[in-house]
């Protein structure tokens, strides 16, 4: 059993900053690659970024790269995502999920567990 928690998401104006942290119950988080997805109201949740279990592999979304940045601390059963020069068009709930798989990890059907989701709203 895996447990995701999501935190840190709130309002912020265009331009802004938050980073947003999801913390795992598991005795075996670092053999899980992490991925973000987010959803906007109507829309279909999309992938933004994922993390292999050993952080040398990172991957995001053309529409986040160079302004957000994964990262996880396997001490800590954590990953975060850190979101710089936000737009309004990032607003949605970010999920975090943790998957076991060693490819395929854009997709949501190759994640097992998942999070309840953190609101993040920009303004402007």
């Known amino acids: 059993q895996v447990q995701l928690v999501e935190s840190g998401g709130g309002l912020v104006q265009a331009g802004g900053s938050l980073r947003l942290s999801c913390a795992a119950s598991g005795r075996t988080f670092s053999s899980y690659a992490m991925g973000w997805f987010r959803q906007a109201p109507g829309k279909e949740r999309e992938f933004v970024a994922f993390?292999?279990?050993?952080?040398?592999?990172?991957y995001y979304a053309d529409s986040v790269k160079g302004r957000f940045t994964i990262s996880r601390d396997n001490t800590k059963n954590t990953v975060y995502l850190q979101m710089n020069t936000l737009k309004p068009e990032d607003t949605a709930v970010y999920y975090c999920?943790?998957?076991?798989?060693?490819?395929?990890?854009?997709?949501?059907?190759?994640?097992?567990?998942w999070g309840q989701g953190t609101q993040v709203t920009v303004s402007s």
């Open positions: 999920a943790a998957s076991l798989a060693g490819n395929g990890l854009i997709n949501r059907s190759r994640y097992d567990y």
């Open positions: 993390i292999v279990w050993d952080s040398v592999v990172t």
